[in-house]
């Protein structure tokens, strides 16, 4: 499926990389039209080669800043998936109604959970305060289990098993909405315009390297940043999180029988 934001994101950029190359040697025609003298050579080389090397930089750091966010979304599917397991076998050993209540209650969280881990931006926000609502039910569903529990350890960790429950869902949530500021967008993407302006007016007239391993450079420069860009849209895009942990439990739950001590 063709993700038209990213084919327009990209096509956006490579057009801005080309404009800023060319407004390079359009400017270096009209202040410099002599070629440089040696020295000059030398001091063009090495501002072109900083400028590359910056932006370099700037490319790994974004790209890394992304890569970080993304595998935190994975990394959380993983631990409130196991969180909502482990709570679910723990309220098995409560050997009462309450106790089974609570294990159907955590069931229809995990597939409310997954619901909106599958879920599209627009949906994503509905299924957010359901499950803000189904955890309220969850609390009211373990007080009265621990209450009906014969050990007083078994409900301690009873408690503690909700907890990590809320926890789970509640960062898991944080960290989803969490995005790489603006302007780390905007000083990418106006780096990399002004290396490639560099990179025109440094080589005006040599049309064969920008149509050449200068284009390939460009495509190169807007594939990664159309990357980091997918990277930093964890509702939408190409690049997603899968849900397959949450999956398993949804499925593992729906088949389970009550777990009896």
């Known amino acids: ?48 080669a900083t400028n590359f ?30 969180a909502i397991g482990a709570a679910h076998y723990s309220a098995a ?13 955590l069931r229809r969280y995990a597939e409310l959970r997954l619901r909106h881990g599958e879920a599209g931006p627009a949906e ?16 009211r569903a373990g007080q009265a289990a621990v209450a009906s529990a014969t050990s007083a350890p078994l409900g301690t960790a009873m408690i503690a098993g909700l907890n990590d429950v809320f926890d789970a869902g509640v960062h898991r949530e944080s960290v989803l909405n969490s995005r790489l500021p603006a302007v780390v967008f905007v000083l990418l993407t106006g780096f990399s315009a002004v290396a490639m302006a560099t990179l025109g007016y440094v080589h005006p007239q040599q049309r064969w390297l920008r ?13 990664t940043l159309s990357v980091i860009i997918d990277l930093d849209r964890p509702a939408s895009g190409n690049i997603t999180i899968s849900q397959q942990p949450m999956a398993d439990l949804v499925a593992e739950l729906r088949a389970a029988t009550p777990v009896r001590p």
């Open 1 to 48: 499926m063709i993700d038209t934001v990213m084919l327009m994101s990209g096509g956006l950029l490579l057009l801005l990389l080309l404009m800023s190359d060319h407004a390079g040697s359009w400017l270096r025609a009209r202040l410099r039209p002599a070629p440089f003298s040696e020295m000059d050579e030398r001091r063009a080389g090495l501002a072109l």
């Open 53 to 82: 090397s910056l932006l370099a930089f700037l490319l790994g750091f974004t790209f890394n800043l992304a890569m970080a966010r993304f595998e935190a979304r994975r990394d959380d599917v993983v631990m409130e998936a196991s």
């Open 93 to 105: 050993f409560i050997n009462t109604p309450q106790g089974a209540a609570l294990q159907a209650e």
């Open 124 to 139: 994503r926000l509905t299924l957010s305060r359901e499950s803000a609502r189904q955890r309220d039910v969850i609390g």
């Open 211 to 223: 149509l050449g391993p200068a284009g390939i450079m460009f495509l190169l420069f807007t594939l």
